[in-house]
């Protein structure tokens, strides 16, 4: 499957709590601009944040959805502030995860090929 491509990676899954992020917070963006310089910068902005842990680009209302990972809420406070003074955001809401209910890397395999 690695020669395949199937197998994009190997990794180890850490503790969250050993390794002092157990906070998750999901990041709803929305920005004003819509240009590839906005997005070309916003990309860079986001690559060397190491607690940004996911960045999806949306359909619908918000534009980006980032889930962070953090030790507490002024950890997080500092993402933010690192992440809105490298780019121009028109809106941003924050939601702390409160239970973790499910977590996995497995993919579905059914619909393989």
Same mark, same amino acid.
């Given at each position: ?5 199937? *197998? ?37 902005? *986001? ?67």
């Amino acid at each position: 499957m690695e020669e395949a491509g199937v *197998i994009a990676a190997r990794v180890a899954l850490l503790d969250r709590q050993a390794v002092n992020v157990a906070v998750t917070v999901f990041v709803s963006l929305r920005t004003s601009q819509h240009s590839v310089e906005w997005l070309s910068a916003f990309s860079r902005s *986001i690559g060397d944040i190491p607690e940004i842990v996911e960045v999806y680009r949306m359909s619908g209302q918000v534009d980006y959805l980032l889930k962070i990972v953090v030790p507490d809420i002024a950890a997080y406070d500092a993402v933010y502030k690192k992440l809105i003074a490298r780019v121009d955001l028109f809106d941003v809401s924050s939601a702390f995860a409160m239970e973790l209910m499910k977590c996995t890397t497995a993919l579905p395999l059914s619909y393989v090929k």
